[in-house]
């Protein structure tokens, strides 16, 4: 092809469609990554209290998990599989967005220093809720 994306099998290894635009699986999945990494630099720079560690090891966990996850699915034989895999991503994404909030709302980490991984995080979601809406077609 052309290197675009069609409108076809939701398993296409290129492609996923957020309501009729195209978002192309290379760029989920580096995005994803550069969410992962970032968050592994963050949490190696927590503060040593006694609330950080605990949830650090689980931002840690869910925002790792996001990517995997949503490289399984893209590879995934069935729609069936798909759909599971990735609703399997959205919920590692918002448990990743909710302990986000939870850093920056308890001031545990500078709210300011949190705004653009919230931003992107929050993104991400978006993308995964309709990504999964859209294989449930």
């Known amino acids: 092809g052309d290197g675009r994306c069609q409108k076809a099998d939701v398993r ?14 290379a760029t989920i ?6 969410v992962a990494l970032r968050i592994i ?13 605990i949830i650090g090891s689980q931002v840690l966990r869910s925002a ?7 490289r399984e699915a893209s590879r995934a034989g ?12 959205l919920r590692e994404a918002d448990e990743t967005l909710h302990r986000l909030e939870l850093l920056s709302e308890s001031k545990t980490l500078e709210p300011r220093s949190l705004e653009d991984l919230l931003d992107e995080s ?10 999964v809406k859209s294989a449930r077609e």
């Open 64 to 70: 790792t998990s996001i990517g995997a996850n949503y």
């Open 29 to 34: 999945e580096a995005r994803t990554k550069q």
């Open 78 to 89: 069935t729609k069936k599989h798909f759909t599971s895999i990735l609703t399997t991503a």
């Open 12 to 25: 296409s290894p290129d492609c996923n469609y957020l309501e009729g635009l195209k978002v192309e699986r």
């Open 122 to 131: 929050s993104q991400i979601v978006a993308i995964l809720v309709a990504s």
């Open 41 to 53: 630099r963050m949490v190696a720079a927590l503060p040593k209290t006694e609330v950080a560690p």
